[in-house]
């Protein structure tokens, strides 16, 4: 019923930035919850940034500072900019939404397919 569609995952050199867009699909999102995650290989699925009703947004851990989610409700879309990144950022990111709990460590009904985002030092 709905499908999260990501894209703007790529290569890029230590410093530079990316765009994450993920585009949802089949039900206006306007006040639930949007999230980003992101997984490295043999680490944990690691939350990353959430944006929610009222444009109210929530960061944590490494990525604070460098990170923005932002919210384009006419196009359905939720986008995470990376600045500044770091080798250490390498992993699929993936969006999700319409949590049932934290927007932190709840219970997301729809999750993207992930993007690779790789950075090289």
């Known amino acids: 019923q709905v499908q999260l569609v990501e894209s703007g995952g790529g290569s890029v050199q230590a410093g530079g930035s990316l765009r994450l867009s993920c585009a949802r699909i089949?039900?206006?999102?306007?006040?639930?919850?949007m999230a980003w995650f992101r997984q490295a290989p043999g680490k944990d699925r690691e939350f990353v940034a959430a944006i929610w009703s009222g444009s109210s947004t929530y960061y944590t851990g490494s990525m604070k500072g460098r990170f923005t989610i932002s919210r384009d409700n006419a196009k359905n879309t939720v986008y995470l900019q990376m600045n500044s990144l770091k080798a250490e950022d390498t992993a699929v990111y993936y969006c999700a939404a319409d949590v049932a709990g934290s927007v932190v460590s709840g219970t997301y009904k729809y999750w993207g397919q992930g993007t690779q985002v790789t950075v090289s030092s």
């Open positions: 089949g039900r206006t999102f306007n006040g639930d919850a």
